[in-house]
């Protein structure tokens, strides 16, 4: 096996056991957070949305049956976020402080983004009754969570890459050099 082989393997290896033990331990406070943030966020509009046990909402429309709205371990921003990490740390090259700013401003916005997709989905069940937010919450849910895990990560190679408009050296620098 060659050394680089080896430090790939190692740093699958580190990111793999990151995900597996961040998503143990930070589950839990990671939805209680997210909930807090979401029930927040919607109060802004409505009083009609409360959480109750067991990381779930209960959703009191005006017009719907009301219905209580279950938040998974993987409704959360949490694997998108160990997986950022587990890149940003032991896959990309650069000084640890860069990596620690730009891991920290995309995993930001990542929660952010998913603050605003299960207050979105809430909020169209409220209008439109809990099949409107299954099927709301599977389908743009879906492809939005998609979206801005891209968006995060690409948001961190971009803080990582050197700028190209301050010397002649940065404009010759490669992708490679941050990956």
Not at 81 to 89: Q, R
């Amino acid at each position: 096996m060659t050394r680089r082989r080896a430090e790939v393997f190692t740093a699958l290896l580190f990111c793999v056991a990151v995900a597996i033990v961040g998503f143990r331990w930070c589950n839990v406070p990671m939805r209680d957070g997210e909930m807090d943030a979401v029930t927040r966020l919607i109060g802004l509009v409505s009083s009609s949305v409360s959480v109750t046990a067991h990381h779930t909402f209960q959703v009191l429309p005006s017009a719907q049956q009301p219905f209580r709205a279950h938040v998974t371990p993987y409704c959360s921003s949490l694997v998108s976020i160990l997986a950022l990490g587990g890149i940003g740390f032991f896959v990309l090259r650069g000084p640890l402080w860069r990596r620690a700013l730009a891991f920290v401003a995309a995993a930001t916005f990542i929660l952010a983004c998913n603050v605003v997709r299960i207050a979105a989905s809430l909020a169209v069940g409220l209008h439109y009754g809990d099949r409107s937010l299954v099927l709301f919450h599977d389908w743009v849910g879906t492809l939005f969570g998609l979206a801005y895990t891209m968006g995060g990560f690409f948001f961190m190679l971009w803080m990582l890459l050197p700028s190209a408009k301050n010397t002649t050296l940065r404009r010759a620098a490669r992708v490679s050099d941050v990956l």
